[in-house]
């Protein structure tokens, strides 16, 4: 599997919103769980969020709970992360990862990684 971000990051106000999107070149999308990790600077990266192969279930971290959203499109083998009420500790770089049998609320079980996206909140 291959990961494009169609749209990045960007600098973004606190309190502001943005969507993240990350396509895969595969045909076997949907065989993976998917889910978008984090990493802010001086710091180690961390779970964001996933979303189970139907786009059933999600899981989220209780630092992103109720303000993004993880969804997937498989007839467009992609995945998005709208991130809403966005805060200065958001600034991170973002990763989309893929995982067969990814653990949620974990870095365990990523087979693939995406090539990250820089988000910047200005407070």
């Known amino acids: 599997l291959r990961f494009s971000c169609r749209r990045g990051g960007g600098l973004v106000q606190d309190g502001g919103s943005l969507r993240l999107s990350c396509a895969s070149s595969?045909?076997?999308?949907?065989?993976?769980?998917m889910a978008w990790i984090r990493q802010a600077p001086g710091k180690e990266r961390e779970f964001v969020a996933a979303?189970?192969?139907?786009?059933?279930?999600?899981s989220y971290a209780d630092a992103v709970k109720g303000r993004f959203i993880i969804s997937r499109d498989n007839a467009k083998n992609t995945v998005y992360l709208q991130m809403n009420s966005l805060k200065p500790e958001g600034t991170a770089v973002y990763y989309c990862?893929?995982?067969?049998?990814?653990?949620?609320?974990?870095?365990?079980?990523?087979?693939?990684w995406g090539k990250g996206t820089l988000v910047t909140v200005s407070s």
């Open positions: 979303i189970s192969w139907s786009g059933g279930g999600t």
């Open positions: 595969g045909r076997t999308f949907t065989q993976y769980i």
């Open positions: 990862a893929a995982g067969r049998a990814l653990v949620f609320h974990s870095l365990d079980g990523i087979d693939y």
